[in-house]
């Protein structure tokens, strides 16, 4: 019994509205208040087009260290004017090398993407029939691949010779 009065009284003391709040937001912003500079001490008032919170004022610790820097990007994701990864004498002759056996790829990051599997499946000692139908796919996703030039198998099995050969022997 004790403990239902107990209970009683602690839901009561939930219950009650009593609220520290001192002002309701309102859903517009005069000019007077968003102009109005705020100090360190100071609380501005909020605004629904201002959806950030107001920075913390800086204490002593932090205020007198310096602001993090990114670090530079590397030279491998340094992109040319026009937007694919700098190349590298090595992909750059697997390219012309696709060339001259008859492909032409409409990205260099497809067919590198597709060398780059048949190195790593050679060097897991994975079926080449198995690498061929992976490169295969990757090969008639190329926007550029015309099937009536020649079928897609064809030009997966050149993207397996061409990057056996002169790609992932390098």
Request: aromatic share 4%; hydrophobic share 35%; proline share 10%.
């Amino acid at each position: 019994m004790v403990a239902a009065i107990a209970a009683a009284g602690l839901l009561a003391a939930c219950g009650s509205n009593d609220s520290t709040a001192k002002s309701t937001p309102t859903l517009t912003t005069t000019k007077a208040t968003a102009a109005a500079p705020t100090t360190a001490g100071s609380n501005p008032s909020p605004s629904s087009t201002d959806q950030q919170a107001p920075a913390p004022a800086p204490d002593s610790a932090t205020a007198t260290s310096s602001p993090e820097r990114p670090q530079p990007v590397p030279s491998q994701f340094i992109t040319t004017p026009s937007g694919s990864p700098a190349l590298s004498d090595k992909e750059k002759g697997f390219l012309e090398d696709l060339k001259k056996a008859g492909i032409t790829p409409g990205s260099s990051d497809i067919a590198i993407t597709a060398a780059n599997l048949v190195c790593q499946g050679m060097a897991e000692n994975a079926p080449q029939d198995q690498i061929v139908t992976y490169v295969t796919a990757i090969a008639g996703s190329d926007p550029s691949f015309d099937p009536s030039k020649m079928s897609v198998e064809q030009a997966g099995k050149i993207y397996y010779d061409v990057a056996s050969k002169s790609y992932c022997k390098k």
